[in-house]
């Protein structure tokens, strides 16, 4: 059964790197032959597409965040990561990853609290 699990610091400074990483608990996905998105809630605002990685590692980011953004695979830990540079407080939200298969089933994480401090 697929879980997905995101991780992170919880909580960061201003300025820093942000890294989130997500993976499967379930042991069932492999990280490649999955399309994988990052998206993000801000305290009082609506889901905020952050960026995609396709199965051929192709990326494509919010035009917002393209900037600061890098998402990519570790095949070698099966997990996806997300890191997003220069935070700021307006960073702070919960990040989420998702994964969508060839025939469009889709798997979500339960999110991960980020809070940028000033």
């Known amino acids: 059964q697929v879980q997905l699990q995101e991780s992170g610091p919880g909580l960061e400074k201003t300025s820093q790197t942000l890294s989130l990483t997500c993976s499967d608990s379930?042991?069932?996905?492999?990280?490649?032959?999955?399309?994988w998105t990052w998206i993000r809630q801000s305290p009082g605002k609506g889901l905020e597409w952050m960026g995609d990685i396709g199965q051929n590692g192709i990326t494509d980011y919010s035009p917002s965040l393209k900037s600061r953004t890098s998402i990519y695979r570790d095949t070698s830990k099966n997990q996806l990561t997300l890191q997003l540079r220069s935070v700021t407080p307006e960073d702070t939200a919960v990040y989420y990853c998702?994964?969508?298969?060839?025939?469009?089933?889709?798997?979500w994480g339960q999110g991960t609290q980020v809070t940028v401090s000033s």
């Open positions: 379930g042991g069932s996905i492999t990280t490649s032959d999955y399309y």
């Open positions: 998702h994964a969508r298969t060839d025939r469009a089933v889709d798997y």
